[in-house]
């Protein structure tokens, strides 16, 4: 019985699950300077060292509402991951 209920929750919880990381992942993504970030990683990959042009853009994104956006996203979707491995 008890297996039945947690099999029937799962099959509800998943596709509601998928939906709402979708969503999440979406407005972290259009929220975030994605192409900035990226090239700056790769840059300290390569060589370690980040010039302040290439940094410009990443700090006045992270001192905007754009960046508490993402960040907003981002721990939503970390909270549902968080939920989803305890169940």
């Known amino acids: 019985m008890r297996a039945d209920l947690v099999r029937d929750s799962r099959e509800i919880v998943g596709p509601t699950l998928s939906s709402l990381l979708l969503f999440y992942i979406y407005h972290l993504q259009l929220n975030s300077c994605l192409q900035d970030l990226q090239q700056l990683a790769e840059t300290l990959l390569s060589n370690g060292r980040v010039d302040c ?17 993402a960040a907003h996203y981002a721990s939503k979707i970390w909270s549902l ?3 989803e491995a305890r169940i």
């Open 53 to 69: 042009k290439s940094l410009t853009p990443v700090i006045d994104w992270a001192h905007g509402s754009q960046a508490r956006r």
């Open 81 to 83: 991951l968080e939920n």
